[in-house]
């Protein structure tokens, strides 16, 4: 069964806190997203990544960095949290054929004080 | 850039057939698609189609296609208390890019 894990459902952190949001997937898929998810806004894209250590800006990027070191896990870094950063994360990995579906994960719910 | 549109809420009584809209700007869609997102949950793949078939059915699941209005609808019979979610419609415009755009979600409630 398909699998995409993200390391915290919850998460509080400081204003201007370094935050790591890792997810990890099972299906060697080479692309993955990052995601935020705002009421009435829908699902915004942060940045993608379509191989190891390959990332490419979504619409959404600034104040967001990413890594790619391993081809199951992607990783979401704020380098200093701000409260309007305060929102849902999904991360998702894509099937490359056939449907094209993406698989996410639980999503973390990132609250910044 | 392209634009996905939905309405936000939506309420149904229990057996009642639910209709939700989306409607999308870019005519260049390959796949269109309908995630729901349970609470506290992440979002899951109901169904999706592709931009030369009109219709797909699948169980309690309708799709239709309107490609000249650039208008999807998902249709789900006798509705469930189950059904209750936010539904999103996507498209993505080829089948090699990473371009996948987002409606805002349409929260579905389904009253007893």
């Known amino acids: 069964d398909v699998k995409v894990t993200q390391s915290s459902r919850y998460l509080v952190k400081r204003t201007g806190e370094k935050v790591f949001l890792e997810c990890v997937q099972d299906m060697d898929h080479e692309n993955m997203f990052w995601y935020r998810q705002d009421p009435g806004l829908g699902l915004r894209l942060i940045y993608f990544?379509?191989?190891?250590?390959?990332?490419e800006k979504g619409d959404i990027p600034e104040g967001y960095s990413v890594s790619r070191e391993k081809k199951e896990r992607f990783s979401l870094i704020l380098e200093s949290a701000s409260t309007n950063q305060t929102s849902m994360y999904l991360c998702?990995?894509?099937?490359?054929?056939?449907?094209?579906?993406?698989?996410f994960g639980p999503g973390t719910r990132l609250t910044v004080t | 850039g392209e634009d996905v549109e939905q309405s936000l809420f939506l309420s149904v009584r229990e057996g009642d057939s639910s209709v939700i809209n989306c409607t999308y700007t870019?005519?260049?869609?390959?796949?269109l698609y309908w995630y729901k997102q349970e609470p506290g949950a992440g979002l899951q793949l109901l169904t999706y189609i592709f931009s030369n078939m009109d219709m797909k059915q699948d169980q309690r699941l309708t799709v239709l296609l309107n490609k000249k209005d650039k208008h999807l609808s998902l249709r789900i019979a006798d509705t469930q208390t189950g059904d209750s979610a936010i539904y999103f419609c996507a498209e993505t415009p080829d089948n090699y890019g990473q371009n996948f755009v987002f409606g805002p979600g349409t929260r579905l409630s389904v009253l007893p």
């Open positions: 990544s379509y191989d190891v250590k390959m990332k």
């Open positions: 870019d005519s260049s869609s390959t796949y």
């Open positions: 998702a990995s894509l099937r490359p054929s056939g449907s094209r579906e993406q698989y």
